[in-house]
């Protein structure tokens, strides 16, 4: 599957489950796009960036308590925004990179 592919159907999949994403399915699906996805200083917070893209910073959602519990759409929406921003960027490593 292409690059650019792969990063639509993420964004996709975010958009059309947004309420209702588990913690360890968004953290795949951020590792299937080669972010890097760390535990926060707190709890369940997670960081997450991204080698590929220098003018990305960082990005962070809270995974909440409990196993595997779901993601409150507002860090979804962010993760898209971030996803949607640097769409080239990240496409263009996806393709070199594959």
Excluded: W
Excluded at 7 to 18: A, V
Excluded at 66 to 88: F, M, S, T, W
């Amino acid at each position: 599957m292409n690059a650019k592919l792969r990063i639509q159907e993420t964004i996709e999949k975010l958009q059309q489950r947004k309420t209702n994403l588990c913690c360890e399915e968004v953290k795949s699906l951020l590792l299937s796009l080669g972010f890097e996805v760390r535990d926060g200083k707190q709890g369940g917070h997670k960081i997450f960036v991204h080698k590929g893209l220098p003018t990305f910073m960082s990005g962070s959602f809270n995974c909440g308590h409990g196993k595997n519990p779901e993601i409150k759409p507002a860090y979804i929406g962010k993760i898209i925004q971030v996803l949607k921003r640097y769409h080239d960027e990240l496409e263009a490593y996806l393709e070199k990179t594959s």
